[in-house]
């Protein structure tokens, strides 16, 4: 059984910083990616980054040089460091990991909210 945790998210002021994290634990091997998405309420879920097992990384346009995404294969862990945030980050965002062995497995966390003020 896999299980993805996402914690770090709450409430903060535009303009400040959040890092969240998210643990994998269970039988989780040869992974692909893992990344976070989001989504607003009446939004569809966006990627929000997403890093690969060879440490390539992409993100949304809405979060480039504000948001950095980093991980560690071997703890089965992501993290995403978000910075000069504001009211439009407010959504719930969602670990996500893939994994690929013959086929394609993906995984997805409860996701944590991320609020930002004004």
């Known amino acids: 059984q896999v299980q993805l945790v996402e914690s770090g998210g709450g409430l903060v002021q535009a303009g400040g910083s959040l890092r969240l994290s998210c643990a994998a634990s269970g039988s989780i091997f040869n992974i692909v990616s893992m990344g976070w998405y989001r989504q607003a309420p009446g939004k569809q879920r966006e990627l929000v980054a997403t890093i690969t097992s060879g440490g390539s990384t992409n993100y949304g346009d809405s979060v480039k040089a504000r948001f950095i995404i980093s991980g560690d294969n071997a703890k089965k862990t992501v993290y995403l460091e978000m910075n000069s945030l504001k009211p439009e980050d407010t959504a719930v965002y969602y670990c996500?990991?893939?994994?690929?062995?013959?086929?394609?497995?993906?995984?997805w966390g409860q996701g944590t909210q991320v609020t930002v003020s004004s």
């Open positions: 996500n990991i893939n994994t690929w062995k013959t086929w394609k497995n993906t995984y």
